[in-house]
């Protein structure tokens, strides 16, 4: 079934250590986007990408950088966690043909910095 | 640049009953489009409901239909024949024509749903 995956759901890590958030879409979507989202709040662009080898910085400044070597996979990575970084971190894609087409959100990954 | 405002936090609606959630942007270009999704307590956010700024005819989906005012820049969403399922936080998003697919969001609404 086409979907949008994200790993893991969950985690509560050290300050200091270096995490990779994944996410992966069985879509086709050449277009994929992170969100970070605190609890309640709206939601804020990261990082985009509109394909393979191109990646954009957002709206919202972040510390952490994201690649795009295949089109269904998009990690996210924080070299070294802060406490400031405990968020909700929510991957997006959609299809380039036609700008108009809605934006399939994954589950997201709640991140704890302690 | 443009901005999304939500001025409702919370919300709340008798089952059965009909309920109207605010949503106000700001804009300064004519063609883009108009998004209202739902996020579940601990589930995926997914779209209710997308307008055309071009079109005049407001859209409707089923129970859900939205009131959109170019001109004043209002895009609220009615939700009719409420039901449990529809407790969930609420958020009203634009996308410009010309920045690709990007969505800039507002503050969102949580809605309540009393039986």
């Known amino acids: 079934e086409a979907d949008i995956y994200q790993t893991p759901r969950y985690l509560v890590i050290g300050t200091g250590k270096k995490i990779t958030l994944e996410c992966s879409q069985t879509?086709?979507?050449?277009?994929m986007y992170w969100y970070q989202q605190d609890p309640g709040m709206e939601l804020h662009l990261i990082h985009y990408?509109?394909?393979?080898?191109?990646?954009e910085k957002g709206d919202l400044s972040s510390e952490s950088t994201v690649s795009r070597i295949r089109t269904e996979h998009f990690p996210l990575t924080l070299e070294s966690a802060r406490p400031s970084h405990t968020s909700q971190y929510l991957c997006?894609?959609?299809?380039?043909?036609?700008?108009?087409?809605?934006?399939?959100f994954g589950p997201g990954t709640r991140l704890t910095v302690l | 640049a443009q901005t999304v405002t939500q001025s409702q936090p919370e919300m709340s609606v008798q089952e059965a009953e009909t309920v109207t959630l605010s949503c106000t942007y700001d804009t300064s270009e004519s063609d883009y489009y108009l998004f209202w999704y739902k996020q579940p307590p601990s589930r995926q956010m997914i779209l209710v409901i997308r307008q055309e700024a071009y079109k005049q005819q407001n859209a409707t989906e089923n129970r859900f239909s939205v009131n959109f005012q170019k001109a004043a820049k209002s895009f609220s969403l009615k939700i009719s024949d409420s039901q449990l399922g529809d407790a969930a936080m609420y958020f009203c998003a634009y996308r410009s024509r010309n920045q690709g697919g990007k969505l800039i969001f507002g503050q969102g609404t949580e809605l309540s749903v009393k039986p």
């Open positions: 997006a894609s959609s299809n380039e043909r036609g700008w108009y087409n809605e934006q399939f």
């Open positions: 990408s509109y394909g393979v080898n191109s990646t």
């Open positions: 879509m086709g979507h050449d277009k």
